[in-house]
């Protein structure tokens, strides 16, 4: 006794030889699957193919993205580094430009006072002559008197 396909025992047909046109179905059979098989596998080959170009090209566009960000990036950057040396230098020109005026307003403050001093001091002359005049004119007058002339009027 032979197993049967369906684990059992028992009687299994008996085996008929197959004729040469069921051999060559059976062939054709198995040919179409091979081929069915092969362009399957040629298929899903394809389709991962085609995926992973869609994936690597996305990727290069991100990379692409990145790369212009990061370019743009260290431009502006650049361009602010540049915009703050420039700040710095004015900055220490009006730096420079301030202490100077300070200079310049410590000497104008220095000459206003040898002037006010020396004003002072005309003033002083200035008095003591008016002083020293309106002495002489009342001596003048006295003498004037004296002899008879006409006195002198200071206003």
């Known amino acids: 006794m032979r197993r049967r396909s369906d684990g059992r025992e028992g ?3 008996p085996h008929i030889p197959a004729s040469p046109e069921d051999a060559a179905a059976r062939r054709m059979k198995s040919r179409r699957s091979v081929i069915t098989y092969v362009v399957t596998l040629f298929l899903v080959a394809m389709l991962f193919t085609i995926l992973s170009y869609f994936v690597q090209a996305r990727h290069s566009r991100e990379v692409t993205e990145l790369t212009q960000k990061s370019v743009s990036a260290m ?21 420079t430009e301030r202490n100077d005026l300070v200079k310049e307003l410590d000497q104008l403050k220095e000459k ?22 309106a002495r002489l004119v009342e001596k003048y007058n006295e003498l004037a008197r004296q002899f008879g002339y006409k006195e002198y009027q200071h206003d």
């Open 11 to 13: 009687e299994t047909a």
């Open 75 to 95: 431009a502006k950057s650049a361009d602010l580094q540049k915009e703050n040396e420039s700040l710095r230098k004015d900055v220490d020109d009006l730096i």
């Open 112 to 133: 206003l006072q040898a002037t006010e001093a020396e004003k002072n001091a005309l003033a002083q002359a200035t008095q003591e002559m008016e002083q020293e005049l």
